[in-house]
T-cell receptor
């Protein structure tokens, strides 16, 4: 059982380049999330989705876009990468909504992104 | 006040000893509380949910104090494999998201 799979695992970008991070889950979860984790800070929510075809902004959405065309996939895009976006990115999914039953989040292994 | 606050440590614990730490949260309407474990350069994984009555899972005990708005985690008979960062996680009521603390780093020393 793969759970939550993120690709790529590592990436180095130059300022201004674009890229897409892919998250795939095989648990039939409705809810999916993208977080970033920086040294000395807790995980911060970038965007999330409550179902196929829906997306919503989290705490730190600027500079990122997302799409959820299929239930099992959640894509995070950086249109014009900046050094401030150097971080570790985690995708997560859950069966139910935050605060409700089934709201335990399962995380992917992360993507380490450096923007030079 | 930050949504979730934890003392990052590190907490250096002799093998076999007991260690405990607290996490405070600011949103009095929060309903869901969790402890996640994160190993170095790995993803967070659920350690345990925290219930109002407190709960225990083997050597781990979690407590919730709503009046003072904190949750706690106690690890008994520490093992070397317990070395990790323990993240306090709280739902933000009225907002469909979880707030993560910076984590308590635990280092178990032989």
């Amino acid at each position: 059982n793969a759970g939550v799979t993120q690709t790529p695992k590592f990436r180095v970008l130059k300022t201004g380049q674009s890229m897409t991070l892919l998250c795939a889950q095989d648990m039939n979860h409705e809810y999916m999330y993208w977080y970033r984790q920086d040294p000395g800070m807790g995980l911060r929510l970038i965007h999330y989705s409550v179902g196929e075809g829906t997306t919503a902004k989290g705490e730190v959405p600027d500079g990122y876009n997302v799409s959820r065309l299929k239930k099992q996939n959640f894509l995070l895009g950086l249109e014009s990468a900046a050094p401030s976006q150097t971080s570790v990115y985690f995708c997560a999914s859950s069966y139910g909504q935050v605060g409700g039953a089934g709201n335990i989040q399962y995380f992917g292994a992360g993507t380490r992104l450096s923007v030079l | 006040r930050k949504e979730v606050e934890q003392d990052p440590g590190p907490f250096n614990v002799p093998e076999g000893a007991t260690v405990a730490f607290n996490c405070t949260y600011s949103n009095s309407a929060s309903q869901s509380f969790f402890w996640y474990r994160q190993d170095c350069r790995k993803e967070p994984k659920l350690l345990m949910s925290v219930y109002s009555s407190g709960n225990e899972d083997g050597r781990f005990t979690a407590q919730l104090n709503r009046a003072s708005q904190y949750i706690s985690l106690l690890i008994r008979d520490s093992k070397l494999s317990d070395s990790a960062t323990y993240l306090c996680v709280v739902n933000i009521s009225g907002n469909n998201r979880l707030a993560f603390g910076k984590g308590n780093q635990v280092v178990v020393i032989p």
